[in-house]
């Protein structure tokens, strides 16, 4: 154990360092917010990659392919990649061009300050809720951590809730601390620490449960003994339906008609359609109209390089996911072939091996990396919440005359409310997984995006690909439309009326409601650009 905490210590003394050293020299809202546009592309590239893998991707990607058995998760890689592109080239330069600090500033000179603001809030609210998700999932290590070091390993609700809430105030004061004395030039360089940390931690785990399946024998013994495991449908602790271990690529076809085959492709969440479409719209919003993602590409030099940094992320993005489900189907293998009965939970597989089958010192280095990922989203979510924040609402509709000195002192309190707010979501989360041990990770992390952002990516795709479509009251009304129509199609989903929507279509079905509304009306002369 001693072992396992210097290792931790040693990351929280780099971060730390790094934040006060990128501290320096930040005289203005730009300096804090985009690092004064001096970033490096491979900063950029690794910023990304730390963002991406995030604590619900880090526990979430292995219980699926523990669960699984398979790849089909790494189809919607097609779709990550496909939408990068278009952000690359399409999204950038408007931002560039206009010189924005906040992407809605591009609302406001393409329609009118209305379209921004609605665009602002959607974000401020999408992206506490999702972030405050996914900090949840930073606190499940940590839980199983402190029940393993103090012996007690079966908690009652009230104590785990409470255990949780002590864990993500913990993870919450340090990354506010290193993100408001550092601002983005801190997150940026920490998060290539972070991402360095994960790559050695994870490559470390799959070495290790490989050799650990392989015992005495040899590695051709150890292959056959791997995918015999894996064939096993007899053996199904998750409780997956229509099993298929091995399987990649799914058309999601029924051979029951077109109609049927329809139902199936917009009811699955992992299939050729949803890469090639859902991922892609999914991806687009993500990284093209989403504050958090499009900050770290301003803060290159021109949108050449952030074109560059995106576009790589999108290339590596699928040999990540193909190691990070190799890792949940080699501890499939590994809790089978020696007799260990997982975690009733999805979400705990990973961490409850780390925690319980890992040596001293590889485990610590598992936990910094599970923290370096978590903290990574967390320091960028709230630069990008407390910039925004600034940039839209402080310095043009409370302060309009605010000088630098006080938009940098605002940007830095709102980090700290903004942390707040982020505990208290992810308090909320831990309290609804503890009551509900059913829930899946993945589809809730992603799936809380689908409800807005698909009315984001709208209203941009509308001001980007047309000249004189859309206006400041009819993207208001276009971007409700987007939103009533996924939360009605959700909730009859739910209520088996008509058949579910997987999340990755929510975004999907978001955009082009809203595009197709907003076509419906003209842009004044003097708002055309």
Same mark, same amino acid.
């Given at each position: 154990?001693?072992?396992?905490? $210097?290792?931790?210590?040693?990351?929280?003394?780099?971060?730390?360092?790094?934040?006060?050293?990128?501290?320096?020299?930040?005289?203005?809202?730009?300096?804090?917010?985009?690092?004064?546009?001096?970033?490096?592309?491979?900063?950029?590239?690794?910023?990304?990659?730390?963002?991406?893998?995030?604590?619900?991707?880090?526990?979430?990607?292995?219980?699926?392919?523990?669960?699984?058995?398979?790849?089909?998760?790494?189809?919607?890689?097609?779709?990550?990649?496909?939408? *990068?592109?278009?952000?690359?080239?399409?999204?950038?330069?408007?931002?560039?061009?206009?010189?924005?600090?906040?992407?809605?500033?591009?609302?406001?000179?393409?329609?009118?300050?209305?379209?921004?603001?609605?665009?602002?809030?959607?974000?401020?609210?999408?992206?506490?809720?999702?972030?405050?998700? *996914?900090?949840?999932?930073?606190?499940?290590?940590?839980? /199983?951590?402190?029940?393993?070091?103090?012996?007690?390993?079966?908690?009652?609700?009230?104590?785990?809730?409470?255990?949780?809430?002590?864990?993500?105030?913990?993870?919450?004061?340090?990354?506010?601390?290193?993100?408001?004395?550092?601002?983005?030039?801190?997150?940026?360089?920490?998060?290539?620490?972070?991402?360095?940390?994960?790559?050695?931690?994870?490559?470390?785990?799959?070495?290790?449960?490989?050799?650990?399946?392989?015992?005495?024998?040899?590695?051709?013994?150890?292959?056959?003994?791997?995918?015999?495991?894996?064939?096993?449908?007899?053996?199904?602790?998750?409780?997956?339906?229509?099993?298929?271990?091995?399987?990649?690529?799914?058309?999601?076809?029924?051979?029951?008609?077109?109609?049927?085959?329809?139902?199936?492709?917009?009811?699955?969440?992992?299939?050729?359609?949803?890469?090639?479409?859902?991922?892609?719209?999914?991806?687009?919003?993500?990284?093209?109209?989403?504050?958090?993602?499009?900050?770290?590409?301003?803060?290159?030099?021109?949108?050449?390089?952030?074109?560059?940094?995106?576009?790589?992320?999108?290339?590596?993005?699928?040999?990540?996911?193909?190691?990070? &489900?190799?890792?949940?189907?080699?501890?499939?293998?590994?809790?089978?072939?020696?007799?260990?009965?997982?975690?009733?939970? +999805? /979400?705990?597989?990973?961490?409850?091996?780390?925690?319980?089958?890992?040596?001293?010192?590889?485990?610590?280095?598992?936990?910094?990396? &599970?923290?370096?990922?978590?903290?990574?989203?967390?320091?960028?979510?709230?630069?990008?919440?407390?910039?925004?924040?600034?940039?839209?609402?402080?310095?043009?509709?409370?302060?309009?005359?605010?000088?630098?000195?006080?938009? $940098?002192?605002?940007? *830095?309190?709102?980090?700290?409310?903004?942390?707040?707010?982020?505990?208290?979501?992810?308090?909320?989360?831990?309290?609804?997984?503890?009551?509900?041990?059913?829930?899946?990770?993945?589809?809730?992390?992603?799936?809380?995006?689908?409800?807005?952002?698909?009315?984001? &990516?709208?209203?941009?795709?509308?001001?980007?690909?047309?000249?004189?479509?859309?206006?400041?009251?009819?993207?208001?009304?276009?971007?409700?439309?987007?939103?009533?129509?996924?939360?009605?199609?959700?909730?009859?989903?739910? +209520?088996?009326?008509?058949?579910?929507?997987?999340?990755?279509?929510?975004?999907?079905?978001?955009?082009?409601?809203?595009?197709?509304?907003?076509?419906?009306?003209?842009?004044?002369?003097?708002? +055309?650009?």
């Amino acid at each position: 154990m001693y072992a396992d905490f $210097l290792v931790v210590i040693a990351y929280f003394c780099a971060i730390f360092a790094i934040g006060l050293y990128a501290g320096r020299k930040q005289d203005s809202l730009e300096s804090y917010a985009l690092g004064n546009r001096s970033m490096p592309w491979w900063a950029i590239l690794a910023s990304i990659i730390a963002a991406e893998i995030s604590a619900a991707t880090f526990l979430g990607t292995p219980g699926e392919g523990f669960a699984l058995r398979n790849f089909t998760y790494v189809q919607l890689g097609i779709g990550t990649l496909l939408g *990068r592109i278009i952000v690359g080239r399409l999204f950038l330069k408007p931002y560039y061009h206009y010189n924005v600090i906040s992407i809605y500033e591009y609302l406001e000179k393409r329609f009118g300050v209305t379209t921004r603001r609605w665009a602002s809030i959607t974000f401020l609210i999408s992206r506490v809720l999702a972030s405050g998700t *996914r900090l949840f999932f930073a606190g499940i290590l940590l839980v /199983i951590a402190y029940m393993f070091a103090t012996g007690n390993e079966v908690a009652t609700p009230a104590e785990t809730v409470v255990i949780y809430l002590l864990a993500l105030t913990f993870i919450t004061i340090v990354t506010a601390i290193y993100t408001t004395l550092g601002g983005l030039k801190a997150v940026v360089w920490t998060d290539v620490l972070q991402a360095s940390i994960l790559a050695v931690s994870v490559v470390t785990t799959l070495v290790l449960l490989f050799v650990s399946i392989k015992g005495d024998g040899s590695v051709g013994e150890a292959w056959a003994t791997i995918c015999r495991t894996l064939g096993d449908t007899s053996y199904n602790p998750c409780g997956v339906k229509n099993l298929q271990p091995g399987k990649v690529f799914d058309f999601g076809l029924t051979g029951k008609g077109f109609v049927e085959d329809v139902r199936n492709i917009l009811g699955s969440e992992y299939t050729l359609w949803t890469a090639f479409l859902g991922a892609t719209f999914l991806t687009m919003a993500t990284h093209g109209t989403d504050q958090d993602m499009v900050q770290r590409m301003l803060a290159a030099k021109d949108s050449r390089t952030g074109t560059r940094a995106v576009i790589l992320s999108g290339v590596l993005d699928i040999p990540i996911v193909l190691v990070f &489900l190799s890792c949940g189907m080699l501890l499939f293998v590994y809790f089978s072939v020696n007799g260990i009965t997982p975690p009733a939970k +999805q /979400i705990e597989i990973f961490p409850y091996f780390i925690i319980h089958y890992l040596p001293a010192g590889i485990r610590g280095l598992l936990v910094a990396a &599970l923290l370096a990922t978590a903290m990574g989203s967390l320091s960028t979510a709230l630069n990008a919440l407390a910039t925004t924040a600034t940039r839209d609402w402080y310095r043009d509709v409370f302060n309009p005359r605010a000088t630098e000195r006080q938009m $940098l002192r605002a940007v *830095r309190w709102l980090t700290v409310l903004f942390a707040a707010l982020l505990i208290v979501v992810g308090a909320i989360t831990a309290w609804y997984s503890v009551m509900d041990p059913t829930v899946r990770i993945l589809p809730i992390a992603l799936g809380i995006f689908g409800y807005t952002y698909g009315s984001l &990516l709208g209203v941009f795709l509308l001001g980007m690909l047309t000249r004189n479509r859309g206006n400041d009251w009819g993207n208001v009304l276009a971007m409700l439309a987007g939103f009533a129509v996924v939360a009605f199609l959700e909730i009859c989903g739910r +209520q088996e009326i008509i058949p579910a929507i997987a999340f990755p279509w929510r975004v999907t079905i978001g955009t082009l409601v809203t595009f197709v509304v907003g076509c419906c009306f003209r842009t004044p002369d003097s708002s +055309q650009s």
